[in-house]
Nanobody, 123 residues
Framework: QVQLVESGGGSVQAGGSLRLSCAAS????????MAWFRQAPGKEREGVAL????????VYTDSVKGRFTISQDIAKNTVYLQMNSLKPEDTATYYC????????????????WGQGTQVTVSS
């Protein structure tokens, strides 16, 4: 079992920045991929950024490229999402997720989830 706890959400104005954290505990050695997803009211959960925990390779969805950065601190079993140049359309609940297999954009393929943290961007 892997437990994930997110933190760092909040409210900012457009153009501002936030950093989200996701601390993993439990069978962390089994994790191959960690991801950030987000879900806005009335919309489906969508993938934002992925990171392979072994080599550190990262992938981003097009809408956040150049603005968001996913990174990890292996010693702390923590993954971060640095969000810059935030836009109102980034408003959502952000979730981190983990899986033992290769990274995927499909949320149903992840077996460990955090509780979510709210990000609100005002114009």
């Amino acid at each position: 079992q892997v437990q994930l706890v997110e933190s760092g959400g909040g409210s900012v104005q457009a153009g501002g920045s936030l950093r989200l954290s996701c601390a993993a505990s439990g069978f962390t050695h089994s994790i191959n991929c960690m991801a950030w997803f987000r879900q806005a009211p009335g919309k489906e959960r969508e993938g934002v950024a992925l990171i392979y925990t072994g080599g550190g390779s990262t992938v981003y969805t097009d809408s956040v490229k150049g603005r968001f950065t996913i990174s990890q601190d292996i010693a702390k079993n923590t993954v971060y999402l640095q969000m810059n140049s935030l836009k109102p359309e980034d408003t959502a609940t952000y979730y981190c997720a983990a899986r033992p297999a290769a990274c995927s954009w499909y949320p149903l393929t992840y077996n460990s989830w955090g509780q979510g943290t709210q990000v609100t961007v005002s114009s």
